[in-house]
């Protein structure tokens, strides 16, 4: 049985294990990043400790499958941006050079929202789908577009970059994430902004608060009109939404087809699915095994 080791890097904790080249995760396991401590130079000392650790038990691992916050050039193999008091250090890094040379087995290598994108088009949300964004929000919005079960990456290493896109003279990532969501009310009740998150929010707009309520309802017209932006210029089959937040689908869901009623054609409407991911923690690693199959024309 051929298994691969996955390998997902995000800022603050780093999820890994071992999957099947079918989507089965094996082994699944997570450590701190330290990404502020150790850096780059140390994220890739980390990725090493683990796939030797799997190669010493295991004679039948065939890739190593990596999914990193960051730019990546995936053809490169390397780390062309990141964002330096994140992650000191791992802007320039050659990750799939020096993984191949360490173990002489094919490792690929891709951006965390792509994977993320990729895993919920192949086994999640998206399953069956042949045109799908993925919009994760949190700190920032991110995107990934998938076409026919592979990332489109753009020229540059920045398709589906949607939370840059301005919306209202402003970045579309700045009025509709949940970082936004947190300032604007602790902003409005006079709080400090480490006092409050979008889950406490979410608890009291349930209960009537009318700030909340009226922050929560900006926010996601906003998001409808970014929904609808994606909608209109790639009219994917999917759009699929990601992050923390987009648990509260209850809430959210009635609301944001309410506003996409609004702004798009019927035709468009009717035709464009709109779901809420379900891979969780997982669709990163499954994206990156993806990307290494994808890439290594294995089906």
Not at 15 to 44: F, H, Q
Not at 106 to 135: F, H, Q, R, Y
Not at 263 to 285: P, W
Request: charged share 30%.
């Amino acid at each position: 049985m051929k298994k691969y080791v996955c390998i997902d890097i995000g800022g603050t904790s780093i999820k890994y294990g071992l999957v099947t080249r079918d989507g089965e995760i094996i082994d699944r396991n997570e450590m701190d990043t330290e990404a502020l401590e150790k850096g780059g130079p140390g994220i890739v000392e980390k990725s090493k400790k683990i796939t030797r650790e799997y190669l010493e038990e295991n004679d039948d691992i065939k890739g190593i499958c990596i999914s990193t916050a960051g730019m990546v050039d995936a053809d490169e193999g390397k780390i062309v941006h990141a964002i330096e008091h994140i992650i000191p250090g791992y802007t320039g890094i050659e990750f799939k050079k020096e993984m191949e040379k360490e173990f002489n087995i094919p490792c690929e290598i891709e951006n965390d929202v792509n994977c993320a994108g990729l895993g919920e088009a192949w086994l999640g949300a998206g399953k069956g789908s042949k045109t799908a964004v993925c919009m994760t929000i949190g700190t920032g919005i991110g995107g990934a577009v998938i076409i026919d079960g592979k990332i489109h990456n753009g020229c540059c290493n920045s398709a589906g970059e949607i939370g840059y896109t301005i919306i209202e003279d402003t970045p579309f990532q700045d009025l509709a994430s949940t970082t936004s969501l947190v300032k604007k009310v602790a902003r409005l009740k006079g709080m400090e902004f480490k006092d409050l998150n979008g889950k406490i929010i979410f608890e009291e707009a349930k209960k009537g608060d009318e700030i909340c309520l009226s922050s929560l309802g900006e926010m996601i017209r906003i998001l409808a009109i970014g929904i609808s932006n994606a909608a209109y210029l790639l009219n994917p089959e999917v759009i699929i939404l990601g992050g923390g937040i987009m648990a509260q689908e209850e809430f959210i869901r009635p609301r944001l087809d309410n506003e996409l009623k609004k702004i798009l054609v019927d035709r468009v409407y009717q035709n464009t699915k709109i779901e809420f991911a379900y891979m969780k923690n997982s669709a990163g690693m499954i994206g990156a095994l993806r990307n290494f199959l994808n890439r290594h024309m294995e089906e």
